[in-house]
């Protein structure tokens, strides 16, 4: 899997966006970019994740530039809720990868969003 | 998104003995689930892989006659630390991925077990 590099921490303001960056210049083309996160003492919730495509959901976008080599994630409206330790991580799809379906977790950015 | 469930979801045990810790997926059946620890201030770490009806295969520098697993079923794996000591004190978490036929496309996480050892 690509290794991935991330600022340690932003801060950000309750209600604003969030944008956190993720670069992997080593990225594979059957690579995907998958984003978590982990609030304090919980398990990793899924994000987003994307090939080379913009994507979106209900919790967040996911720009990749056109070399796939820098993705940014963002939190449209930022809450307190949001604050937590966000992991890029970037691996072949899950469907394409059978069993082996674990994840490789690099040291993240802590977001913490501020009142 | 699919669930899968931790028990116990914080323990305390004395040095010397053995702790279980469950984890569930509550709506599909996993052939294969994964056993992560987290220590304070660090990033998760693969320990094993659990997979159902077979051994476990552990990471490099996990311990297999330390950290027993075992994946009976399509839904249930667990991990056993036997003779616990307080450098064991971690957070643990599972994590496991529905099959392809059912389009699911990434891993889910259990709540994580956090483990103190005195």
């Known amino acids: 899997d690509a290794k991935t590099t991330q600022p340690p921490s932003m801060d950000c303001a309750e209600g604003r966006a969030a944008n956190l960056p993720c670069n992997h210049s080593?990225?594979?083309?059957?690579?995907?970019v998958y984003w978590y996160r982990q609030i304090h003492s919980q398990g990793p919730q899924y994000i987003i994740h994307?090939?080379?495509n913009n994507e979106t959901n209900e919790m967040a976008s996911l720009i990749i530039t056109e070399d796939r080599k820098s993705s940014t994630l963002i939190l449209p409206h930022a809450t307190l809720r949001d604050t937590a330790v966000y992991y890029c991580i970037v691996r072949v799809s899950f469907i394409s990868s059978g069993s082996a379906r674990q994840l490789t977790f690099g040291s993240g950015t802590q977001l913490t969003v501020l009142p | 998104g699919a669930v899968v469930s931790q028990h116990p979801s914080w323990v305390i045990c004395k040095s010397g003995t053995s702790v279980k810790i469950e984890c569930r997926s509550l709506?599909?059946?996993?052939?294969?689930m994964f056993w992560y620890r987290q220590f304070p201030k660090q990033s998760l770490m693969l320990m094993a892989t659990?997979?159902?009806?077979?051994?476990?295969?552990?990471e490099q520098g996990v311990e297999k006659d330390k950290f027993l697993i075992n994946h009976a079923s399509l839904t249930l794996s667990t991990l056993t630390v036997t003779s616990a000591h307080p450098e064991d004190s971690s957070f643990y978490i599972c994590?496991?991925?529905?099959?392809?036929?059912?389009?699911?496309?990434?891993?889910?996480f259990g709540q994580g077990t956090r483990l103190t050892v005195v």
């Open positions: 659990s997979n159902e009806g077979s051994k476990a295969t552990y």
């Open positions: 994590s496991a991925s529905p099959g392809t036929g059912g389009g699911w496309t990434e891993a889910f």
């Open positions: 080593t990225i594979s083309g059957n690579e995907y």
């Open positions: 994307g090939l080379k």
């Open positions: 709506d599909f059946q996993a052939t294969t």
